[in-house]
């Protein structure tokens, strides 16, 4: 049923086209920027997950009824 209904719409066949040409654009812009990274930027974001980060301490220690300014 769905299928007929699709088949009847004029100009459909372009988004399959159209979604395929997006997503390899994505994909070869995100394969270029990771290429030209820098070496200190790869070092630093493969290290964040093992950082102590102060600001996430100060989340869980924080008093609950303070405010932030």
């Not at 997950?49 to 869980?60: G, N, T, V, W």
């Given at each position: 049923?769905?299928?007929?209904?699709?088949?009847?719409?004029?100009?459909?066949e372009?988004?399959?086209?159209?979604?395929?040409?997006?997503?390899?654009?994505?994909?070869?812009?995100?394969?270029?920027?990771?290429?030209?990274?820098?070496?200190?930027?790869?070092?630093?974001?493969?290290?964040?997950?093992?950082?102590?980060?102060?600001?996430?301490?100060?989340?869980?220690?924080?008093?609950?009824?303070?405010?932030?300014?």
């Amino acid at each position: 049923m769905a299928r007929n209904v699709l088949e009847t719409v004029q100009g459909i066949e372009i988004f399959p086209l159209i979604s395929l040409v997006i997503f390899v654009g994505f994909f070869a812009l995100m394969l270029g920027y990771v290429f030209t990274m820098s070496k200190s930027k790869v070092e630093e974001l493969e290290n964040m997950p093992l950082r102590p980060d102060s600001d996430a301490d100060d989340i869980f220690t924080a008093d609950p009824k303070e405010t932030r300014n």
